[in-house]
């Protein structure tokens, strides 16, 4: 018989998890709960499961309607430190790329090879060398393509996450305090593209209700493109709103910073654009390959 198991909470025990003495329900240094008789019953497991539902729920819901109705207070109580009411930042972005895979309607993450080669800054300086490598392959550029188109749209949408650390290092210089550290940044970055893959997403609706609206009164043509407006407007917007609450800038120097943040943010996409190439250009198989 295991004194652990005994219900009488005056009898100091060892805490089976961290060894630290516990001598009421909890342990005081890890928060291990005292093992009871009633803690191995199977409805101590489902409350236990519903608890954990919920807490995990109640975060999500916290933390994306922080995000959406006052952009930027997110990070602001990260940073001083009101953290356990809401996810993670990092856990948070994963959380809606994967929900991003299933409900984009747009492919502007993944390049196909064509594009790459073709439509990209840096399309000239590498189209020679790759078509050089195919060759020496033994392989010609539309066997290639097929392979590579195939794979770069599994791959590119699970890849977004190496923009976020690009653009930090963009906007630890254009969004530079004293104060703050590079760590700030990236949850800035990481917060922002969560909030772009919701928009990417979310732009329909506004775009449903402009459109319906242009049919009734017969502009449909002239408003035609207005999703691929809506999602840098969406995109400024929370820049300048975190801007002004977390990084309290004021509102010119948001103006300035912006217009810097949109170029910045349109150089790490083509760097990550550059970087999406290359991992999949290593990691298509040409199945007649035989090295
Ligand atoms: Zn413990």
Redesign the pocket.
Known sequence: MSHNLSEDTSLPIS?P????P?SLRY?S????ERLRPELRSVFYLLKQFLEDITSVDGKIGSTLQLMLLKPGQFELNFYQGRRVDFLRPITFFLLINVLFVFLSPITDFYVTFVDQLTLQPYSGWIKEWTLNKIAAMGATPNEFKVHYDQLVKVLARSLIILQVPIFAVFSYFICYRKSYYFADHLIFSLNLHAWLLIWIVAAQVPEWVILTFADLFGFRESVAGIYFLLLPIGLIAYMAAALRRFWRFNWWSVAIRVVALMFAFQVAHSIFRLTQFFLTFYMVQMPEMNI
């Open positions: 805490c998890s961290c060894g630290y516990i342990c240094r890890c928060g291990e």
